[in-house]
Nanobody
């Protein structure tokens, strides 16, 4: 079983940047695909970005060119660098291990980290 703790969220103005951190404990995540997901109020939780054990990445169309996912297996951590943030990026962000075939998540959700983009 893996436990994830997400952090790094906050309030930022449009055009600003944030770096989210997904720290895993209890099990090494180095062999797993990991995804970042987000859920805005009243909407379903969707994939934002995913990274495989071989560092192949996948992004939602809405964040391509603005967000970058990366991982540091020595720290058992996955990051999400978010640049040029837009109000529509406002959501709670979560991470989970995911199936490589379709990035569907399969871990229990952590508490997430709130990202609010507003002027």
């Amino acid at each position: 079983q893996v436990q994830f703790v997400e952090s790094g969220g906050g309030l930022v103005q449009p055009g600003g940047s944030l770096r989210l951190t997904c720290a895993a404990s209890k099990t090494s995540i180095s062999i797993w695909t990991v995804g970042w997901y987000r859920q805005a109020p009243g909407k379903q939780r969707d994939l934002v970005a995913g990274i495989t054990s071989g560092d192949r990445t996948n992004y939602a169309d809405s964040v391509k060119g603005r967000f970058t996912i990366s991982r540091d297996n020595t720290k058992n951590t996955v990051y999400l660098q978010m640049n040029n943030l837009k109000p529509e990026d406002t959501a709670v962000y979560y991470c989970s291990r995911a199936r490589t075939s379709n990035y569907s998540p399969f871990d229990s959700w952590g508490q997430g980290t709130q990202v609010t983009v507003s002027s």
